[in-house]
């Protein structure tokens, strides 16, 4: 089975927001660019929740966006065997060093998992760590935008994304 690689963090010191994904599905590594499956819907659910019409931007625009809104990017997977793109079709996971990722970001507050793999896969890894970690920091399930989560219809998925990054990038 092919042993997949992810990507380096995208991330600002300043940073209050991580999100998380699993690992790169094989267009996005295809492409060196998180998320960048044309029917991935992370690029449109963030545009929903700030008002910007994202994915026609360069990659580099959007990823410039998210730093100006203190959001960083990564995954909780450094690498893992994957047959094609499927969450389901993992093994072997290896994590990324989260704890220094987390060093580096002083003010972080949220930490939000797109979809039920990279939520499983920070709690198996990391929760003991994030548990122990000191200040308080959130952690949410995000609906997953992966094109094979389809059962959600974007609007809904948006309200929820909106919700927790309304919240963990507030100013109070």
Known sequence: MQIKHGFPPIFDPRARVLI?????????????QYYGHPQN????LLGAVFGR?????EYERKCAFLL????ALWDVLKAAERRGSLDTAIRKE???DLPALFGELP?????GCN????????RRHFGAWLNGFPGEIELCRLPSSSPAYAAMPLEAKARQW???LDAALSDS
């Open 53 to 57: 019409d994202l994915p026609p931007l």
């Open 20 to 32: 998380l994904g699993s690992l790169p599905g094989d267009e996005s590594l295809r492409r060196g």
């Open 162 to 164: 909106r919700q927790f």
């Open 94 to 96: 290896r994590p990324n």
């Open 107 to 111: 003010g972080l507050r949220a930490v």
């Open 41 to 44: 819907q992370f690029w449109a």
């Open 68 to 71: 100006r809104k203190r959001i």
């Open 115 to 122: 979809g039920g793999k990279a939520h499983r896969s920070f």
